[in-house]
């Protein structure tokens, strides 16, 4: 960041604990992107949100890049985060070897 000062950020002590969010349901308009951060347990029929993040298109954007380079950053030094559940599903015909 050359030429700009730096600057601190600030939390209280309530917001640095943290929440816990297992799911995350993302939409947008034309001028917004809204995050709704939720968890949700198993066995029970509704997930509760805990906490809405609203941003605009330009910075949900800045933020994605941040998290791919995070991302790479985290499995360079700890190893490849798997995906579990999320592996490809094939649902009808399948290519063949020649078709791909």
Partial sequence: MEGKK???LEIDEAKAQG?????????????????????IMPGLPKAKIQ????M????????LKALEDNIKKYEA??????LHGLEERRVGFNPTEEEK
């Fill in 6 to 8: 730096p600057f601190e």
């Fill in 19 to 39: 929440v816990y969010a297992n799911l995350v349901m993302i939409t947008h308009s034309p001028s917004e992107i809204i995050l709704d951060f939720a968890r």
């Fill in 51 to 54: 906490s809405r993040i609203i």
């Fill in 56 to 63: 605009t298109p330009q910075h949900a954007k800045l933020l």
């Fill in 77 to 82: 030094r700890f190893g490849e985060i798997k």
